[in-house]
């Protein structure tokens, strides 16, 4: 069974930073791309940010481009989200995702494995 663990999500004043990290298996993740995803009350899941098996390819979404990182360790078995000039409107439960392949697309169908999620808060 996958698992993966999500972790650094917490409260936070607008224009302040958070990180948050998400842990998986060797044997599960680190030949797969991993994804960011966040979803609000009453909105659908919507991708964040991903990156390749090898980190060698980024994705973002508008909204967080120039403001979120995403990175990955160099056993390739976590990623990281560095979130800084954070927004009211990034105010979400975070979740991890590993691909189904070595890329990391923007479509949560190209994902098999989830973390539970972890939140975010942010406040003017």
């Known amino acids: 069974q996958v698992q993966l663990i999500e972790s650094g999500g917490g409260s936070v004043q607008a224009g302040g930073s958070l990180t948050l990290s998400c842990g998986g298996s060797?044997?599960?993740?680190?030949?797969?791309?991993l994804g960011w995803f966040r979803q609000s009350p009453g909105k659908e899941r919507e991708f964040v940010a991903g990156i390749s098996w090898n980190g060698g390819n980024k994705l973002y979404v508008d909204s967080v481009k120039g403001r979120f990182t995403i990175s990955r360790s160099s056993d390739r078995n976590r990623a990281t989200l560095e979130m800084n000039n954070l927004k009211t409107e990034d105010t979400a439960v975070y979740f991890c995702a590993a691909a189904r392949s070595a890329v990391a697309g923007s479509s949560s169908r190209g994902y098999n494995y989830w973390g539970r999620g972890t939140q975010v808060t942010v406040s003017s």
């Open positions: 060797r044997r599960t993740t680190s030949n797969n791309g």
